[in-house]
């Protein structure tokens, strides 16, 4: 079947149906995802890359559908966010984010921050400052242990509110945090423009396997990376740190915290909480 819209064509293949079906099939599940308790909040440990104690941990989502399965992130969060159903289900995982760390926090008596990711539509939301003043008020967490993570598209979008937003935010009081550093643009001018704390360098400036093996040192790009957020004293993070070489060439360089695989996957909140109490016991 063809249909003209103006003078463009579209042109829908009996695949490309399949497709469209399949996404308002996901998209109908994930409305009801959240009152049907398939969400899960999981937690992954941020440790100190000089004492490899755990700080902090990063929230990261989870949904788990009866039929569709363990639907990853990577599928339904650009879907959440295209429908605006992020509103709801990021609000939520702040909320989750805040009560299971404020229960870690005096739980185990250790300041452990919580990272927690913002989508642009988040961030673009007036209501932003309003539900996060809510879920740390509600949670009793102190705001110096939340963190968000934003991503440099984000503060490509509309620079001027997010400037606005952010100046707000850090005005509660808690900390933020550029998510995959160096995979955006225009990145070097965001630092110094945004009231950022932290940058987390994305994993794709991680030496791999075959540099490892050939005895590289940490690239090149990296160092100049950290170098520069530490003459802007920002704290960086690596990400996705999944060998012990890996983790050397960090420490050589520097680097100020790390997560990854190498340490510990995320977890769900009770194994989360095992772990850090067997982490304290070393
Ligand atoms: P991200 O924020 O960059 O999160 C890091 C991703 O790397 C996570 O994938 C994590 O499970 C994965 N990871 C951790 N350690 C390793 C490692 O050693 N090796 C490798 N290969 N991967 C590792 P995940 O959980 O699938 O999440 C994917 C993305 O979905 C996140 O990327 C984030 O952009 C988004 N996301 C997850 N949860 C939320 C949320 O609550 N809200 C929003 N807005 N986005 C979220
Ligand atoms: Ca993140
Ligand atoms: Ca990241
Ligand atoms: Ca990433």
């Not at 989508?119 to 309003?130: G, I, K, M, N, T």
């Not at 967490?141 to 490509?156: D, F, I």
């Not at 965001?190 to 991680?206: A, E, G, N």
Request: charged letters at 25%.
């Amino acid at each position: 079947a063809k249909a003209i819209k103006g003078n463009s064509y579209r042109f829908f293949t009996p695949e490309m149906h399949e497709k469209a079906r399949a996404r308002l099939t996901m998209e109908s599940a994930l409305r009801r995802a959240l009152e049907r308790q398939e969400l899960e909040v999981h937690y992954q440990p941020r440790l100190d890359v000089a004492t490899l104690q755990v700080v902090g941990m990063e929230a990261l989502l989870r949904w788990n559908h009866p039929q569709l399965g363990r639907v990853p992130p990577a599928q339904f969060i650009p879907l959440a966010e295209e429908t605006g159903l992020i509103g709801t289900i990021g609000e939520w995982v702040l909320q989750q984010a805040c009560r299971h760390s404020r229960r870690w926090v005096q739980a185990l008596g250790r300041p452990l921050r919580v990272s927690v990711n913002l989508s642009p539509r988040q961030l673009h939301d007036q209501q932003l400052v309003a539900k996060v003043r809510q879920a740390l008020r509600e949670s009793g967490l102190p705001a110096q242990l939340l963190e968000l993570e934003l991503t440099e598209g984000s503060l490509a979008q509309d620079p001027h509110t997010a400037e606005r937003t952010l100046g707000r935010l850090k005005a509660l009081g808690l900390r933020l945090a550029v998510d995959d550093f160096g995979t955006g643009h225009s990145s070097l001018s965001y630092l110094r423009r945004f009231p950022v704390d932290v940058l987390k360098l994305d994993r794709t400036f991680l030496p791999g396997l075959t540099e490892v093996a050939e005895g590289a040192s940490f690239s090149t790009l990296a160092q100049a990376i950290l170098h520069l957020a530490h003459t802007l004293s920002l704290r960086v993070v690596a990400e996705g740190v999944e060998t012990r070489e890996v983790f050397d060439f960090l420490k050589d360089a520097g680097c100020d915290e790390a997560q990854g695989y190498f340490f510990c996957r995320p977890l769900p909140p009770r194994e989360f909480e095992a772990f850090l109490r067997g982490s304290l016991e070393q």
